[in-house]
């Protein structure tokens, strides 16, 4: 069995908590919990790096480390997984959480260590843009597809294909579940460590951290269509000039930024 490395910041405030998530997810972890007075962290043992996390903590923040097993990580992430209500627009859920109804989408999650679940700012911020885009008939790319919450409502909102792309086999192998638990049949999910595809895209949607981004921007403005939509999150309120200077590059159109929690999340067309 595969084991756990946690690692527990304590003291932290809700800025700190979300610059050290910005860089964890860079350092390679995986999940996340939020708690009252701090942060918990998890990695794979075999990818943990103790300098490295001394590093993005600093002198300030303190941090204690934990060797957990697999299977408790996911039992305590499913005790603490409640469900989300985005406007009246989704409902996210776990199995074994009652639908409750009053909202036009539903999505049926599994609580894993994938990234999504609609509790984090960045992937809220994503849905709320997404319900301002026509999608019917549309071809979607999801970039860094996590739980595979972005390219599923993609499909309720009528797309006529998806393709969900991670580098995370634990992503993937979550991701198809969640495809499959939604009754989803057009999503073709794959595993990349790039958003280079020989397609075009009319929306191309990218939760992912700042250096992802910045590495596969002249890909996203190269795979989308004319009056295609780029959807980009997981980006701090510092990261703002670097998305402003990448779009005038590109020459793409800057249409909306909307902030929450420190975070950014953009819609650009071409």
Same mark, same amino acid.
């Given at each position: 069995?595969?084991?756990?490395?946690?690692?527990?910041?304590?003291?932290?405030?809700?800025?700190?908590?979300?610059?050290?998530?910005?860089?964890?997810?860079?350092?390679?972890?995986?999940?996340?919990?939020?708690?009252?007075?701090?942060?918990?962290?998890?990695?794979?043992?075999?990818?943990?790096?103790?300098?490295?996390?001394?590093?993005?903590?600093?002198?300030?923040? +303190?941090?204690?480390?934990?060797?957990?097993?697999?299977?408790?990580?996911?039992?305590?992430?499913?005790?603490?997984? *409640?469900?989300?209500?985005?406007?009246?627009?989704?409902?996210?859920?776990?199995?074994?959480?009652?639908?409750?109804?009053?909202?036009?989408?539903?999505?049926?999650? #599994?609580?894993?260590?994938?990234?999504?679940?609609?509790?984090?700012?960045? #992937?809220?911020?994503?849905?709320?843009?997404?319900?301002?885009?026509?999608?019917?008939?549309?071809?979607?790319?999801?970039?860094? #597809?996590?739980?595979?919450?972005?390219?599923?409502?993609?499909?309720?909102?009528?797309?006529?294909?998806?393709?969900?792309?991670?580098?995370?086999?634990?992503?993937?192998?979550?991701?198809?579940?969640?495809?499959?638990?939604?009754?989803?049949? +057009?999503?073709?999910?794959?595993?990349?460590?790039?958003?280079?595809?020989?397609?075009?895209? *009319?929306?191309? +949607?990218?939760?992912?951290?700042?250096?992802?981004?910045?590495?596969?921007?002249?890909?996203?403005?190269?795979?989308?269509?004319?009056?295609?939509?780029?959807?980009?999150?997981?980006? +701090?309120?510092?990261?703002?000039?670097?998305?402003?200077?990448?779009?005038?590059?590109?020459?793409?159109?800057?249409?909306?930024? #909307?902030?929450?929690?420190?975070?950014?999340?953009?819609?650009?067309?071409?």
């Amino acid at each position: 069995m595969n084991e756990y490395v946690q690692i527990e910041f304590l003291s932290v405030s809700a800025e700190q908590k979300d610059i050290l998530i910005a860089n964890l997810v860079v350092a390679g972890f995986e999940g996340f919990e939020e708690t009252e007075p701090g942060l918990k962290a998890f990695i794979p043992e075999k990818d943990y790096n103790d300098e490295l996390v001394k590093e993005i903590a600093g002198e300030e923040i +303190l941090f204690s480390k934990t060797i957990i097993e697999e299977t408790n990580w996911n039992n305590v992430w499913e005790s603490n997984f *409640d469900s989300v209500i985005i406007d009246d627009f989704v409902l996210i859920r776990a199995d074994f959480h009652a639908s409750i109804g009053g909202t036009e989408h539903e999505i049926i999650i #599994t609580p894993k260590m994938s990234f999504g679940t609609g509790h984090h700012a960045t #992937t809220l911020m994503m849905v709320q843009q997404m319900r301002q885009i026509d999608f019917i008939g549309k071809t979607v790319l999801d970039f860094g #597809t996590g739980t595979g919450i972005l390219a599923i409502l993609s499909e309720k909102m009528g797309a006529k294909k998806m393709v969900a792309l991670d580098n995370d086999d634990w992503s993937i192998e979550n991701a198809a579940e969640n495809i499959e638990r939604n009754d989803c049949s +057009l999503i073709e999910l794959k595993k990349a460590d790039t958003a280079a595809r020989d397609e075009s895209y *009319d929306i191309i +949607l990218a939760n992912v951290n700042k250096n992802v981004i910045v590495e596969n921007f002249h890909l996203f403005a190269k795979q989308l269509l004319p009056g295609g939509v780029l959807l980009l999150s997981g980006l +701090l309120k510092e990261d703002r000039d670097v998305i402003f200077h990448m779009c005038g590059e590109y020459s793409l159109q800057l249409i909306q930024t #909307t902030v929450r929690d420190n975070w950014l999340c953009f819609r650009i067309s071409c």
